[in-house]
């Protein structure tokens, strides 16, 4: 594997990836991951589950930095591939080291194309064919919604991308406490980074509408550059006190916060298929949800709520309605359900395994004999 952030590092794509390598390896297979010194103190190489984990230097948290860190990563890298069966890189940045690698080696290239950069750089004609030659030299190619399976294959017309959504541990992610009855404010929960494409801006001005309409309060799990400003824009509009910023937590805590709240909401601008969002709803919270990217393929009137983006009033009502509802704890559970059900984590090893298993036998038997 490669891939730019792991855990410690908290966020979709490190859950994702860290909890597949650890099913693979929990399933007897050698797993290793070439990714980033990017925290302090971080070692150079340790084993986590099972997984063999070695970093390098990353530069800077940006794509020059992210481009030179795939640079850099290239010897470690190659070495640890020289006796791989399979080389997987986990999105954009992670493409070049695995393909240096398999000129080196032969084994196949799977490629999973995640995030909402994959998206925003799609749109640029300087980046169209840089990721064009990246989807077509993949030997499998997989995207974390099928809305960035779409634009890949529109950008490699003939090449079949499949989407795949991202898993969640449903041993670890379910609910810590048995629901009980509110017994005075509601608690609405928003695990997101505080970036301004994660919508966070539209529930600080929802706020006004909601605590209107029903007694509520947000905690807001996660950090990020926009935290200043939001906090200003809380005070401003008078809801300061409704809203709790946590900062970040890492993911050992997050089942028992998530098993504190009755909704989770996620105010997205621009999504890919969002792992807290399964996180939560593994944990039986419903979700009202942005109807943007990935979101729309696991949130329905079934589990939550979906509401336009960039729309504080739309956004109020859906979160009222739902509280209004009384059925939150039919609707947790449904969604826990349907997550044990489609995007367990076991179901996606499941499935890598299947790919791999494949390339593995065309790489042995490439006339297709037999």
């Given at each position: 594997m490669h891939c730019v952030y792991f855990p410690p590092e908290v966020g979709g794509l490190e859950s994702h990836v860290y909890y597949l390598c650890r099913a693979l390896a929990a399933r007897g297979h050698a797993v290793e991951?070439?990714?980033?010194?990017?925290?302090?103190?971080?070692?150079?190489h340790e084993v986590m589950e099972g997984v063999s984990v070695w970093r390098t230097r990353l530069p800077g948290r940006n794509p020059p930095g992210w481009a030179l860190h795939a640079l850099g990563s290239v010897p470690r890298y190659l070495a640890r591939a020289r006796d791989a069966d399979v080389l997987h890189a986990q999105d954009i940045a992670s493409v070049p080291p695995a393909l240096v690698a398999r000129t080196r080696t032969g084994a196949p290239v799977v490629t999973t194309f995640h995030t909402s950069h994959f998206l925003s750089r799609a749109r640029r004609p300087l980046w169209r064919p840089v990721l064009s030659r990246f989807v077509r030299a993949s030997d499998h190619a997989l995207a974390a919604s099928s809305e960035i399976a779409r634009v890949a294959e529109r950008l490699a017309p003939g090449v079949r991308v499949e989407a795949l959504t991202n898993g969640v541990e449903t041993s670890l992610f379910q609910r810590t406490d048995p629901r009980l009855p509110p017994a005075g404010r509601w608690r609405l929960l928003v695990p997101r980074r505080l970036f301004r494409k994660n919508g966070v801006e539209y529930l600080v001005r929802a706020m006004p509408y909601i605590v209107a309409r029903v007694d509520a309060e947000a905690v807001l799990?996660?950090?990020?550059?926009?935290?200043?400003?939001?906090?200003?824009?809380?005070r401003e509009l008078g809801v300061a006190d409704r809203l709790t910023f946590l900062g970040k937590r890492p993911n050992a805590e997050m089942p028992e916060l998530l098993s504190s709240g009755d909704l989770a909401v996620f105010?997205?601008?621009?999504?890919?298929?969002?792992v807290a969002a399964l996180e939560a709803m593994a944990c039986e919270l419903p979700v009202a949800a942005s109807r943007v990217g990935g979101l729309p393929e696991i949130v329905d009137e079934q589990v939550g709520a979906l509401f336009e983006p960039a729309d504080p009033e739309g956004l109020a009502a859906a979160v009222a309605q739902l509280l209004e509802s009384g059925r939150l704890e039919?609707?947790?559970?449904?969604?826990?359900?349907?997550?044990?059900?489609?995007?367990?984590?076991?179901?996606?090893?499941?499935?890598?395994?299947?790919?791999?298993?494949?390339?593995?036998?065309?790489?042995?038997?490439?006339?297709?004999?037999?």
């Open positions: 991951i070439v990714t980033s010194r990017s925290l302090p103190g971080l070692p150079a799990i996660g950090d990020g550059p926009e935290r200043g400003r939001l906090e200003a824009l809380a105010p997205s601008l621009m999504e890919a298929t969002s039919q609707l947790g559970r449904r969604a826990r359900a349907r997550v044990v059900e489609r995007w367990s984590n076991d179901r996606l090893a499941e499935r890598h395994l299947e790919v791999y298993r494949k390339l593995i036998a065309r790489r042995g038997n490439p006339a297709g004999i037999g």
